[in-house]
């Protein structure tokens, strides 16, 4: 095989220059918050310190002279880098308090609760993908698997979820602690709100890449060997792991820095919440020592994850004999076409009911009103009707996801197809919590939807990205792109016949499993105030606004979350027919 076409590797001097280039600027956007946000950073930080809302104008100098607020933020940068080394990282603007001890402290419940996640992640994924493991080792794999189970619980709101196993297995049955982080039992609850639904995302995705490993010559040779099926499983699970292990880093460091809700419902004192009461208090030299916490952290996970696909891969990655990877053609049952079929019916009535209603009455005589012919999903805090802003958010929140979903997959495939540039900035970004990033755009742009949508983009192609470069570099390894290049295939040809469509499949089935990740995104910037502003209706503000009345009123949050599984359901099912044949 040619070097021009060899597997394509970073070198390690590369990847090392753009991942230090990538924290650099992302630790800049960082010291420039309290200056773009537009608010005066000495009456946020006073603000902070004693809820003062109209401290005078000595007392603002005062703080100004205090912090050195007239030098600048590269100033402020500079002297905090320089005490890193010595292991200074300043003081606490709010508190006064050495800054570094915080951050160890959160970080190291951030990872304790990050492991229990991290397993509770494997585990159901091994689930998900343990029907078509059992039949596809047995040669017993005849029909496609819609995905559906892996959409409803990887479309489940994690602040929903948390909220519902505090008030049940933590408050009404007292299995576990529903509140603090004392010992191994706090961290059951919160592993189990972050864990199912980052494993039902993984397992979707790996559960869809198995018959392929399935349909391999080597697995048909095996079972006609003899072989026992556990034994042709373990190589099946080894062949398609590696490209699924790239969406294991944004999922790990989104344990970490992007549980922030779910930090704040068991009142945990982790990494995220840290980070995020900082960021809004403009505490810039805690924000700081965390963010530079989360790089360290995601470049040290990418690095396993490179080491590990390695390993996994073996010899033929290094050789150029990886054999290619074909989803066979399996039959779509029928009970398929029934569900898509049902999901548009019930989000077409459900937009077209709601768009007869108004989303905006108010009627305070009304409050909290449990599903009746007059409300049938009920009525809200304001009295206004559920249906109605259902109804009227449907086009506009499917609209802003699709679009931020494609913008996110597009960049991602994009960068990806370049990984010596994309390696370091891709687990860099992916470590940049989005609420962060939402802070750092709409300082720039102002709250809106479009604002919302351009941050939750920044963040959101890395792991399209990750996964790009993975399945690019194993294509690339394969002996067909050496005989391709032998007959004189050009860069074209091989990306058009060979790269893009083992590349764009499972890209898509990704996206298609992420779309109800970012309607929550969105929803919990514009809960900040950084994006959709009220009264506008749409799906993931209505969850937010609704959540804490989830124990006294549950049919305000049933509603949302019920419009949010179909969505996601069809998005999946839908794009299971496409692929498969008639049966």
């Known amino acids: 095989m040619s070097v021009a076409h060899a597997p394509a590797r970073p070198p390690v001097w590369s990847a090392a220059a753009g991942r230090v280039l990538a924290a650099a600027a992302l ?21 902070a310190r004693s809820a003062d809302q109209n401290p005078t104008p000595a007392e603002l100098d005062a703080v100004r002279r205090q912090l050195g607020l007239d030098e600048g933020p590269f100033a402020h940068l500079a002297h905090w880098l320089g005490g890193l080394p010595g292991g200074d990282a300043g003081v606490s603007w709010v508190s006064g308090e050495p800054v570094l001890p915080q951050v160890a402290t959160a970080l190291s419940v951030s990872l304790t609760l990050m492991l229990g996640a991290l397993a509770v992640t494997v585990l159901v994924a091994g689930l998900i993908c343990a029907r078509t493991v059992v039949l596809g080792s047995r040669r017993r794999l005849r029909q496609d698997r819609a995905g559906g189970t892996a959409a409803v619980l990887a479309a489940l709101p994690k602040f929903l979820l948390a909220s519902v196993l505090a008030t049940v297995c933590g408050v009404w049955w007292g299995w576990f602690p529903s509140s603090g982080w004392e010992g191994p039992q706090s961290m059951v609850l919160p592993s189990l709100a972050l864990g199912v639904p980052s494993g039902a995302m993984l397992g979707g995705l790996l559960d869809q890449a198995l018959p392929a490993a399935f349909h391999e010559p080597w697995a048909r040779t095996a079972h006609a060997a003899g072989l026992p099926p556990g034994h042709i499983a373990r ?3 080894r062949r398609t792991l ?9 999922t790990v460091v989104a344990l970490v820095g992007g549980a ?11 990494l995220g919440r840290l980070a995020l009461e900082a960021a809004v208090a403009q505490d810039l030299p805690v924000l700081q020592t965390a963010t530079l916490a989360l790089v360290l952290l995601g470049v040290s996970a990418g690095a396993l994850i490179r080491a590990l696909r390695h390993a996994l891969l073996g010899r033929p990655l290094r050789d150029g004999a990886l054999p290619a990877l074909h989803r066979p053609p399996l039959t779509v049952p029928r009970f398929l076409r029934w569900t898509t079929a049902a999901c548009a019916l019930a989000l077409l009535a459900l937009v077209t009911a709601g768009l007869l209603r108004d989303p905006l009455q108010v009627d305070t005589a009304a409050r909290l009103l449990a599903p009746s012919p007059e409300h049938p999903l009920g009525t809200d805090a304001l009295g206004r009707d559920l249906l109605a802003r259902l109804g009227h958010g449907a086009l506009r929140t499917a609209g802003v996801a699709l679009a931020v979903t494609a913008v996110s997959a597009l960049a991602g495939l994009l960068l990806g197809m370049a990984p010596r540039l994309s390696a370091g900035p891709t687990e860099v970004v992916s470590t940049l919590p989005a609420v962060l990033a939402g802070l750092l755009v709409t300082g720039v742009t102002g709250p809106s939807v479009w604002g919302a949508a351009c941050a939750v983009c920044v963040v959101g192609w890395s792991p399209y990205a990750a996964q790009t470069a993975a399945l690019l570099e194993q294509e690339r390894a394969g002996g067909h792109i050496a005989a391709a290049v032998a007959l004189g295939a050009g860069r074209l040809h091989l990306l058009r016949r060979h790269l893009l469509p083992a590349v764009v499949p499972p890209l898509l089935r990704n996206a298609l499993l992420r779309l109800p990740t970012t309607v929550l995104v969105l929803a919990s910037l514009g809960f900040l105030g950084l994006g959709e502003q009220p009264p506008t209706p749409e799906w993931g503000r209505l969850l937010s606004e609704n959540q804490p009345y989830a124990e006294l009123a549950p049919w305000t949050v049933l509603g949302p979350a019920a419009a949010l599984v179909v969505l996601s359901v069809l998005a999946v099912t839908g794009s299971a027919l496409g692929r498969g044949k008639d049966g």
Not at 27 to 47: C, F, H, I, K, N
Request: no cysteine.
């Open 235 to 237: 190589d099946a699970v």
């Open 260 to 270: 922030v809700a779910v930090e704040k419902i068991f009142n945990i004192p982790g």
């Open 242 to 250: 590696p490209g699924v292990l790239p969406q294991l880093l944004p």
């Open 27 to 47: 630790l800049g956007a960082v010291a420039l918050l309290p200056w773009l946000s537009g608010a005066d950073p000495a009456r946020t930080v006073l603000r």
